[in-house]
């Protein structure tokens, strides 16, 4: 079995961070980058005896590479604080790993993720496949705003089971990370130099909701599939509304 970390970028995150942390018991190494927690995160991992790193949040791809910089076995499975390795996908990772062909640089298992009352089965939401697991000095980070993702020189192999994914704990959770990454989408195309506008904006959040309700089948999802198609219409409607940020009654004397 070639050696193996757990990784886990973390901020606040003891919701779920005692169940993620159980979740990578079979790595040789468990490290956590964290952004300075306030609550009892970094207590939580001590307990998994996991190796604290404590570096200022500036962006998912700076922070993950901050912490592959500090890591020196041969793979990696990278988590986040939020996400639980299931059994299934632990035996098919260290089954795999042990008769890995040189030429296999990364995994991809699915990602089964908790909405409302239920893990969803549609609404583009599965089976989320991602690259979670990977030999370290064949990955390369991209970010675009809100969105990054990984990419593995070599080949990237398939993995048939589920890291299983609790991303809100509530909907005001859920509007609170809309808000931000909407604001992160329209700054990005404003530097694209994007059209904005309630035109532009309603245009293109009515498509999310008919891609996420009806080609991606969420109306099978129930309540849940409506409430997240809903609330992609919302996230895009903001995203392009604030392309154009308005005066907002500045200078205060205007009329």
């Not at 193996?4 to 159980?22: M, P, Q, S």
């Not at 970094?42 to 200022?56: E, M, R, V, Y």
């Not at 990977?134 to 993995?159: A, C, M, N, W, Y």
Request: with cysteine; proline share 3%; glycine share 6%.
């Amino acid at each position: 079995m070639p050696s193996i970390t757990g990784l886990v970028l973390t901020y606040n995150g003891e919701r779920l961070l005692d169940k993620c942390l159980t979740s990578l018991s079979f790595c040789d190494k468990v490290v956590i980058v964290d952004s300075f927690s306030s609550d009892e995160t970094l207590s939580i991992a001590k307990n998994h005896k996991a190796t604290i790193l404590q570096n200022p949040w500036s962006g998912f791809k700076k922070q993950l590479e901050f912490g592959l910089e500090n890591i020196e076995s041969k793979w990696i499975i990278s988590l986040d604080q939020d996400e639980i390795c299931s059994e299934e996908l632990k035996t098919e990772i260290i089954n795999e790993l042990k008769n890995a062909d040189s030429s296999v640089t990364a995994f991809r298992p699915r990602r089964r993720n908790w909405y409302y009352n239920r893990f969803m089965k549609h609404s583009g939401w599965y089976p989320d496949r991602l690259i979670r697991i990977f030999r370290p000095e064949k990955l390369t980070v991209t970010q675009s705003g809100s969105h990054e993702s990984f990419k593995s020189s070599g080949t990237v192999k398939d993995i048939n089971a589920d890291i299983l994914h609790y991303p809100y704990e509530s909907f005001s959770h859920h509007l609170s990370k809309i808000n931000l990454y909407a604001q992160e989408g329209a700054e990005d195309l404003r530097a694209k130099n994007r059209k904005g506008g309630i035109a532009v904006a309603l245009a293109h959040a009515t498509m999310r909701f008919i891609k996420i309700y009806f080609f991606k089948l969420g109306m099978l999802d129930g309540k849940a599939g409506f409430i997240n198609a809903m609330h992609g219409f919302f996230y895009v409607f903001l995203k392009y509304v604030r392309i154009n940020e308005g005066s907002w009654g500045t200078p205060f004397d205007a009329k």
